[in-house]
Each structure stands twice: as C-alpha cells, then as structure tokens.
C-alpha cells in the first residue's frame, strides 16, 4: 500500500489520538465554565463537547502528537495555576507551602483513585517510584523479582540495582496479548504495570494481587499509565502500604521548597479538570478502537491487544512495508 494511502485512511484516527489520556475541565481564561466530563449526557461521540477538550490545551496544532503514553501535554489551567502561584509567593517572598494547599491536593487526588487523603504518598516523578519501593522493601538475597518485559526503564532499573547490590534475582516474562488468564499463569517478589507503557495492555492487576496474597508475595503495581486514562479504584484493587522503610528523612518541604507549592497547586487544578473519568475513558477506548479496525483493515500487525477488554487507549503497531525510521519521518 502507498504511503499516501495509508494516511488517507487512517488520518482522522492519528489525528484523534491527540486525546488519549487527556481530560476535561475549563478552557483557561473563558468567563463561562465548560461543561463537565462528569456530566451524564456527554457521550462518545459529541464533537463538539470534545472539541472544547482539545481548545484546552496550548499543545500546537502545526503536527500531531502522538507521545502522551510517555509525556502528556498539560491543560492551561494546570500551567496558568502555577504561574500565578510562582508570581504570588515571589512576591512575598514565601515557599508557600501549607498544610492546607497539600490536603486540598491530596483530598482531590483521592477523589481519581478512590481512596482517602491520608493512603497517598507524593513522590517526586513517576520513576521515582518504583526506586523507592525497590530500596525499601527490604528484600534479601533470596529474593526472586518478576518483571515484565514491558515495563516502562524507571522500573526496570530500579530492581537491576538491587541485583546488583544485594543479590536479588530478577526474572521477567512477556506479557501474553491472547487472555488475561495467561498472564496469570506466567507470573512467580513482584513489580508490573496496571496498564504497560510499550502496548498499552492492561494486565489483570486485582487476580495476580489475589494469588500473591495468600503466598505473603510481595506485590508492586506501577501505575503511572493508568490514572487519567481509565477509572482506577485502588481499594477494589486491594492496594496498601506496608513494610516499606524510607531510604531518605528531609525536611518536608524538600530541595528548592520555592518550587514545591506552586507545583502542587497546578496539580491540584489538574486533578480538578481530570474528575468525569469514566467518560474520559470511554471517549479514548473508543478512539483506540476505532484505530485498530482501520489498522487491520490496512494489514499492519497489532502489537496491543485487541480484546476491548484488555487494550488501553495507546495503540501499537507496525507495518510490513515501511521501516519506523522511514514512518517517523512521513
């Protein structure tokens, strides 16, 4: 198939794409608030409500984006909130950190994962993560990791340094696309992703926490893919703290406290305009499927999952007659 073709037939799908793991809220300086995400009559296919969504964002519209599996762009309300809050404390000359700002974030973000305030821990970025439960879940020498091969390198690496320092055996295993029960069954302490950054597969994260629990398997879940995308329940999952010991104490405002506050506030504003998930997911499914029909209607080999069950929104695929060199540069 010509390249000029493959294009005609699948433009509006990239071009959709956009969208995945975008959310909704308020176009930032409008004087009318936006309809919500959460509002039950906003479906799949209205446009225009959709449209709105994407005029919430300063990302150009010069190329499309393709990329938020890995760097997702930003609404203006999140940016223009931390502007303000940096020009604010900086005029007093102030950190701003409060215990009030940090409860009003942490309340919201319960909200998204179903939990209360006090069950979350921030870290400083999403691969900062895994190194801190790698280091402090106190496992020995005998101790045999399983991993993924599809786990985003923040993970990875965090558990190749604990081989190396302390013996750790890691293993991994390639996630099986056909059914969630295989996956099952090719799992063996434990670190995967709810939803892999590679395929965009989600693997069935409440059965595998179900068979580690009884065996006292020590169970962690990378999720950094997952909130935003599609509805997370961390009770229903089963998630909990426990037998992690802090590699590092510091003052609780941490390295350049001038900076803290302002970014929490924007993530504060983010959470806000992330609440309406479950039409946020619905939306972003739907484009991920409307993707893979025209891909296979195209020939290209899926490497994400097709079962509607078991694919995210992030899509992934190769195709037999053009090098990614050459379809990264078209």
């Not at 604010?88 to 305030?117: M, P, R, Y």
């Not at 670190?191 to 179900?210: D, N, R, Y």
Request: proline share 5%; glycine share 8%.
């Amino acid at each position: 198939m010509l390249r000029r073709d493959f294009f005609k037939r699948t433009g509006q799908s990239l071009a959709a794409l956009w969208a995945l793991q975008t959310t909704i809220g308020r176009r930032a300086n409008a004087a009318t608030t936006q309809p919500h995400a959460g509002d039950a009559n906003i479906t799949v296919h209205d446009d225009a409500f959709w449209a709105q969504v994407r005029d919430a964002f300063s990302l150009t519209r010069k190329s499309t984006y393709l990329n938020t599996g890995c760097l997702g762009a930003s609404p203006k309300v999140s940016i223009d909130e931390l502007k303000n809050k940096i020009d604010e404390f900086e005029e007093v000359s102030k950190t701003g950190h409060t215990h009030q700002l940090w409860s009003e974030v942490k309340n919201k973000a319960g909200l998204i994962l179903g939990c209360d305030a006090d069950e979350i821990a921030y870290t400083r970025n999403a691969p900062k993560t895994p190194a801190s439960s790698a280091t402090g879940c106190g496992c020995s020498a005998a101790t045999r990791s399983s991993l993924s091969t599809h786990e985003h390198v923040g993970n990875i690496v965090s558990w190749v340094v604990r081989h190396k320092r302390n013996g750790i055996v890691v293993k991994t295993f390639t996630p099986s696309t056909r059914s969630a029960q295989e996956n099952v069954e090719r799992i063996g302490a434990l670190s995967i992703s709810h939803v892999t950054c590679a395929t965009s597969q989600i693997l069935p994260i409440k059965t595998i926490g179900e068979l580690a629990a009884p065996h006292g398997i020590w169970y962690f879940l990378d999720g950094a893919q997952a909130p935003g995308m599609l509805p997370v329940d961390v009770r229903d999952v089963g998630c909990r703290l426990r037998h992690q010991q802090p590699q590092k104490a510091a003052w609780p405002q941490g390295h350049r406290p001038a900076l803290r506050a302002p970014l929490f506030a924007g993530l504060g504003a983010f959470m806000q305009f992330l609440l309406g998930i479950d039409n946020i997911w619905r939306r972003n499914h739907a484009l991920g499927a409307m993707l893979i029909k025209e891909l296979n209607e195209l020939g290209a080999e899926i490497v994400s999952p097709q079962d509607k069950n078991e694919h995210g929104s992030i899509v992934t695929f190769r195709l037999y007659n053009m090098p990614y060199s050459e379809f990264r540069a078209s």
